[in-house]
């Protein structure tokens, strides 16, 4: 691994990092950013991973976290790929996460089911998918 100084300069660098994969290959950033040791920087390299990819697609993104362990989907991960599908495709989006929601703890699964349908909400008023 990179010898990068400082958890937040480390977490910013590999999102960023991430990101650029993901532009190019967001299944292929998606599974590297999982990969990574450090928490931090997993989160968020996961998170810019998820967006980019949700942008792509939608239900390819969400199903890919809901095949993650549960305790390595943290809610702001999974916050940012539900706003990103949705706001690109959210019938894609709400299909992706009426599976999602299956491979949750009812706690998690409450706190993002409320998010999500801001989201959906949000959306809508903006005239729904692209």
Known sequence: MLDVPGADYRRDYFAKYSEKLADDDPASAFGWASDLGD????????????KSWARHDPAAALDAMAALPPNARPDTVITGALNAAVAENPDAATAAAD????????????????????FREK????????
């Open 39 to 50: 928490h931090a920087a997993r989160r968020g390299a996961l998170a810019a991973a998820a």
């Open 99 to 118: 599976r999602l929601w299956q491979t949750m703890p009812p706690d998690q699964q409450a706190r993002l089911r409320q998010s999500f349908e801001g």
């Open 123 to 130: 959306a809508a008023g903006a005239g729904g998918s692209r």
